[in-house]
T-cell receptor, first 110, second 119 residues
Framework: GQNIDQPTEMTATEGAIVQINCTYQTSGFNGLFWYQQHAGEAPTFLSYNVLDGLEEKGRFSSFLSRSKGYSYLLLKELQMKDSASYLCAVRRNYGQNFVFGPGTRLSVLP | DGGITQSPKYLFRKEGQNVTLSCEQNLNHDAMYWYRQDPGQGLRLIYYSQIVNDFQKGDIAEGYSVSREKKESFPLTVTSAQKNPTAFYLC??????????????????FGPGTRLTVL
């Protein structure tokens, strides 16, 4: 079956660093994506990993370990506008379809 | 500006009625997708299409139907057979399999969503 796990909720303070974990078990793997979704809005693309290691994009970094079925999204210098849900998604080998995790709702407090 | 649009933003339906949600993109993307999102949950794939005149069932296709007569358009019909249709529906598109290489992102671009409520 397809299974992606993320913590349901996290809270952090403005200016701090937070790490959101994602573990996956899917039938096939062709890349892992992180999306940000503000309440009632569409998800927007944040990062992509297909090879093991760390990808850095400004305040956001994403890490992948394919052997462990594990990824994390690291957010630095947190801002209030970072309060949102963060979705982990795996692209499966067959076709171009994706399977999404339940999302982690992050609250950034002043 | 290139993008992906969905209409309407809010939709109300009586039980027993079919309803069609619109999704249009001008990004020249081959692949298009429909997802359903319930409160506090992630996205679940309903249908996807990799090319015109072809589409595949996703994980929760029962009670839904789609068509892909044009590259730009991928409408979703929620039929009366769908037991619990009240949800937030998201359409997405991506370049598609022709562009997938190790170095390619090929990420999905999402429309603004349609919130369907069955009365």
């Amino acid at each position: 079956g397809q299974n992606i796990d993320q913590p349901t909720e996290m809270t952090a303070t403005e200016g701090a660093i937070v790490q959101i974990n994602c573990t996956y078990q899917t039938s096939g793997f062709n890349g892992l994506f992180w999306y940000q979704q503000h309440a009632g809005e569409a998800p927007t693309f944040l990062s992509y990993n297909v090879l093991d290691g760390l990808e850095e994009k400004g305040r956001f970094s994403s890490f992948l370990s394919r052997s462990k079925g594990y990824s994390y999204l690291l957010l630095k210098e947190l801002q209030m506008k970072d309060s949102a849900s963060y979705l982990c998604a795996v692209r499966r080998n067959y076709g171009q379809n994706f399977v999404f995790g339940p999302g982690t709702r992050l609250s950034v407090l002043p | 500006d290139g993008g992906i649009t969905q209409s309407p933003k809010y939709l109300f339906r009586k039980e027993g009625q079919n309803v069609t949600l619109s999704c249009e993109q001008n990004l020249n993307h081959d692949a298009m997708y429909w997802y359903r999102q319930d409160p506090g949950q992630g996205l679940r794939l309903i249908y996807y299409s990799q090319i015109v005149n072809d589409f595949q069932k996703g994980d929760i296709a029962e009670g839904y139907s789609v068509s892909r007569e044009k590259k730009e358009s991928f409408p979703l019909t929620v039929t009366s057979a769908q037991k619990n249709p009240t949800a937030f529906y998201l359409c997405a598109s991506s370049i598609g399999s022709r562009a997938v290489r190790v170095s390619s992102y090929n990420e999905q671009f999402f429309g603004p969503g349609t919130r369907l409520t069955v009365l």
